[in-house]
């Protein structure tokens, strides 16, 4: 089967592999998509992923093969794969975070040997999730990043009501923005530099969009004049935190999405007057990808919005990750896990 492995330095080659032998309990999965997500962007372009790997999380496909002890799934039947969920008893879990689960070893984050950018996948049968009639194979491949949306939404306690701002127009904070309107909340301003990224932020949902240079500053011991009671930082930026965090209302909530190389530097003087919030969402609810199934499925989210048009084939997704990094594609990338003729 072909796939498209990273062989170290910031490269990506297609392999021919051996499709993956299927354990007992196992299905064998055909991929159909795979989004392109900003960790794969991380692993590749700043070369921390480890030579070998196949990278690619975001996936959805079809059953190919089920193993013999596999009961209750056959054969086309369209599926994604829920995490692995915590224990539900610890402290974590019990405060809405299964996905640092006190009970589960610690995780390898560099551990991608069996990625979706790549033909076929074996999955433990009682992982599989089916994807609703509704709901098309490509935009299920939209499942793991809506389920990590819900969270981070979740975990922020936004309601209608709220005034939140979004630091950054890229998937991730095109998809909070779209699960923040599809959840009621209507006002939604995002801030990103990019043209191109703000005109699809509106056609998400966002309220209104401006340009990180457009917050002020806020002044000292006191909120700005237009105050947001929630910041979701989806950028990464050290800058672009630092200044959700100067436009938080009294008792507001920064919450951290993004990942990034600087560290912001945050004003602790400043927390404690207005007596403000820092959460950060990593992966998921304790419901795993139903949840998240359900609202692709509602057609509530704006999915064309929310995935490029075009689609690219294993030997692009190197250069397509490229352009991602670049913001000259500002929606999800679907892969196709097929090669050029
Ligand atoms: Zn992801
Ligand atoms: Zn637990």
């Not at 005109?199 to 966002?206: H, I, L």
């Not at 969009?209 to 009671?229: F, H, N, Q, S």
């Not at 919030?277 to 139903?290: K, L, Q, R, S, W």
């Amino acid at each position: 089967m072909p796939a498209a492995v990273y062989v170290g330095n910031g490269e990506m080659t297609v392999r021919d592999l051996a499709i993956p032998t299927l354990g007992p309990s196992d299905a064998l999965v055909e991929v159909s998509h795979c989004g392109i997500c900003g960790t794969d962007l991380h692993l590749v372009l700043e070369k921390y992923a480890r030579p070998d790997s196949i990278l690619g999380h975001e996936w959805a496909g079809t059953i190919a093969a089920v193993g013999d002890d596999v009961q209750g799934w056959e054969i086309g039947a369209r599926v994604v794969q829920n995490p692995t969920l915590g224990c539900g008893e610890c402290r974590a879990c019990k405060r809405g975070r299964p996905s640092v689960c006190l009970r589960r070893e610690p995780p390898d984050l560099l551990d991608f040997t069996h990625g979706a950018f790549c033909r076929y996948k074996v999955v433990p049968s009682a992982r599989l999730v089916r994807v609703p009639d509704s709901l098309s194979t490509r935009a299920a491949a939209l499942t793991e990043p809506t389920a990590i949306a819900i969270h981070t939404v979740n975990l922020s306690g936004a309601q209608p009501g709220d005034r939140v701002l979004v630091t950054g127009g890229g998937p991730v904070g095109l998809l909070t923005t779209a699960v923040l309107r599809a959840r009621g909340i209507d006002d939604v301003t995002v801030s990103e530099p990019a043209p191109l990224r703000r005109e699809r932020a509106r056609a998400v949902g966002a309220s209104r969009v401006i340009e990180p240079g457009d917050l002020p500053r806020a002044p000292m011991g006191r909120p700005v004049a237009e105050p947001y009671t929630i910041a979701f930082e989806c950028s990464g930026n050290a800058a672009a935190a630092e200044s959700a965090f100067d436009q938080l209302d009294y008792a507001g909530t920064l919450v951290f999405v993004g990942t990034g190389h600087e560290m912001p530097r945050i004003n602790h003087n400043r927390a404690i007057v207005l007596e403000l919030t820092i959460v950060a969402a990593f992966n998921y609810d304790i419901e795993g990808f139903a949840p998240a199934l359900e609202l692709l499925a509602s057609g509530r989210l704006p999915l064309d919005a929310l995935i490029e048009a075009d689609d690219v084939l294993l030997d692009d997704v190197l250069a397509t990750m490229h352009r991602l990094a670049a913001g000259e594609l500002p929606g999800k990338v679907m892969v196709r896990p097929e090669v050029k003729t």
